[in-house]
């Protein structure tokens, strides 16, 4: 028998994967009670709206991610070979079934979503563009911060845009390609 623990955990990793594959409109408690195999109240046990799981969601993500990246940025290497390594977290994404980043994906639905997910998909988004700024300033010493900033938007915002092209395409040959455009660019420099 499964602990409430174990429960909340599988409907986290089943919504996760839900959302990632067809956004957060798309959630439906009564599809996921079926997934997980439990009752739909049992969902709402653990989260009693759609935009608390939602957010716990996108907590979770931004949580995780940070502390992939803290890993990436203890890693010796140039600006280039760390953005390329970071390009790989949106790659897995497309390879893992074709699926988007979680943030990413609800962002394509800000005016639905609830503020307490808004909230919190701001948060991941801050998250990457406040750590590519300090890798940006830590690596290149000569980079002023409002530059660095902006750097990093440009570079967050093109992960996430050549993710969404090449999932519309099906193809992660496709996202490596124009990964690699931007690299050649001078974008991760």
Not at 162 to 183: C, P, T
Request: overall charge neutral.
């Amino acid at each position: 028998m499964s602990t409430p623990t174990d429960t909340r955990e599988m409907i986290m990793a089943t919504a996760r994967r839900m959302v990632q594959a067809r956004g957060y409109n798309a959630l439906s408690f009564r599809d996921l009670a079926d997934l997980v195999g439990i009752k739909s109240a049992s969902v709402h046990y653990h989260f009693p709206t759609k935009g608390n799981l939602a957010a716990a969601l996108a907590r979770r993500y931004t949580e995780e991610g940070v502390a992939h990246l803290d890993m990436l940025a203890a890693a010796e290497g140039s600006i280039e070979s760390l953005i390329v390594e970071y390009s790989k977290i949106f790659r897995a994404a497309l390879v893992d079934d074709n699926r988007m980043c979680l943030c990413g994906i609800m962002a394509a639905e800000t005016g639905d979503l609830p503020e307490e997910v808004r909230v919190e998909v701001k948060g991941f988004n801050d998250a990457n563009v406040a750590w590519l700024s300090r890798l940006l300033m830590e690596r290149r010493p000569d980079m002023a911060k409002p530059q660095a900033r902006s750097r990093a938007a440009a570079i967050f915002a093109a992960m996430e845009g050549a993710q969404l092209v090449a999932r519309s395409r099906g193809d992660v040959k496709l996202f490596d390609s124009i990964v690699e455009a931007y690299r050649l660019a001078g974008l991760f420099s």
